[in-house]
């Protein structure tokens, strides 16, 4: 993965056909996905030294991945119904979520890049799958 300062992180890129069951995969992915990076700063200890607007956008990613895990829930519940026009607005919100996901990473991971979680950053830019 290459570091660009402008859009130092990238999320996976996913197209297919739309129905329930695929959305429910991509909400899936970008709940991984942001859980894994919000997991790359679980340290409480090293919070208090983090920037205001740092701060801000974890709380914001950390309402995002809670969005995402809702709609996979309720995208995995057959008892919930949803038409077309249902899943394509979903989906829609999906895209608007996660391009402000995106937006909030950069800004953490430029704010943190030379700063005490340097570490963390590069460990997981070197290694961003889902394991």
């Known amino acids: 993965m290459v570091i660009d300062d402008h859009q130092p992180f990238e999320l996976s890129d996913v197209s297919t056909q739309l129905n329930r069951f695929v959305l429910r995969q991509l909400v899936g992915v970008r709940f991984a996905e942001i859980n894994k990076f919000l997991h790359a ?4 200890d090293e ?7 740092t701060l ?5 990613l950390a309402d995002i991945r809670a969005l995402m895990f809702g709609s996979q829930a309720v ?3 057959p ?5 077309e026009g249902d899943i394509a ?3 829609e919100n999906v895209q608007v979520l996660t391009a402000f996901a995106h937006k909030e990473m950069t800004v953490i991971i430029t704010n943190h890049l030379n700063g005490p979680s340097q570490a963390l950053i590069k460990s997981y ?3 961003p799958t889902i394991s």
């Open 89 to 91: 607005a979903l989906h």
């Open 56 to 60: 801000e956008a974890l709380s914001n």
């Open 47 to 53: 919070a208090h030294d983090f920037p205001r607007r």
């Open 41 to 44: 700063f679980d340290h409480p």
């Open 75 to 77: 995208l995995g519940d």
């Open 125 to 127: 830019l070197k290694d």
């Open 79 to 83: 008892d919930k119904t949803a038409d």
